[in-house]
């Protein structure tokens, strides 16, 4: 069935270090990757997302990368701000009209 | 102005009793959802409908009745409340169905006791 996990359920990242968070996933028909950020007692926001023919991405401060041959998505972000806080989840869009949630990654920014 | 708003933002209730969680988006989207986010913060989609007609429904158990009287509007009644249901629901709104960005609610913390 299909799948999205992560390696990692936390991280710690010295403030101004660049962070990489990581993501498995096993449905191969996925049209989209993407990424969502919540902060505490908040709902997910979009962060970025990449479509299945590309394997990089940039945007503000983040990069997405995705490596169909082994099934591997991760999300860089530089210079981490205390802001970046929060749990990171990736996620999957397919042909089956939902996006399909992996189980977070708790990314502690360290002042 | 929120985009996606839900209310209450927190609900403690006992079990046996049936409750509301009410969502409106202002942002014109087609398409609305309901999703369940347990203690793990493992984000799981219940419902999704589009323009007032029921996409996905995911094995949700039938005490949970979503309601869309417009495409605006998705409301979500569970019957009959049981400790398992405690959980964080999130509506959330996008402009297609399955969406790569979808924009959540504030969420509604359900607590039953």
């Known amino acids: 069935g299909e799948s999205v996990g992560l390696h990692l359920p936390t991280l710690s990242v010295q403030e101004g270090d660049n962070s990489i968070i990581n993501c498995a996933y096993s449905n191969s028909a996925s049209d989209y990757f993407i990424w969502y950020k919540q902060e505490s007692g908040k709902g997910p926001q979009f962060i970025i997302d990449?479509?299945?023919?590309?394997d990089k991405r940039q945007g503000q401060r983040v990069t997405v990368l995705l490596n169909k041959t082994v099934k591997h998505l991760s999300l860089q972000i530089a210079a981490t701000q205390p802001g970046d806080s929060a749990v990171y989840f990736c996620a999957e869009s397919g042909g089956n009209e939902k996006l399909t949630f992996g189980t977070g990654t708790r990314l502690t920014i360290i002042p | 102005d929120t985009a996606v708003s839900q209310t209450p933002k927190y609900l403690v209730t006992q079990m046996g009793n049936d409750k509301s969680i009410k969502c409106e988006q202002n942002?014109?989207?087609?398409?609305m959802y309901w999703y369940k986010q347990d203690s793990k913060k493992f984000l799981k989609i219940m419902f999704s409908?589009?323009?007032?007609?029921?996409?996905i429904n995911e094995t949700v158990p039938n005490r949970f009745s979503p309601k869309s009287p417009d495409k605006a509007h998705l409301n979500l009644h569970i019957n009959s409340l049981e400790l398992g249901d405690s959980a964080v629901y999130f509506c959330?709104?996008?402009?297609?169905?399955?969406?790569?960005?979808?924009?959540f609610g504030q969420g509604t913390r359900l607590t039953v006791v």
């Open positions: 942002l014109g989207h087609d398409t």
């Open positions: 409908y589009n323009n007032k007609e029921l996409i």
């Open positions: 990449i479509r299945s023919n590309m």
């Open positions: 959330a709104s996008s402009q297609t169905t399955g969406g790569v960005e979808a924009f």
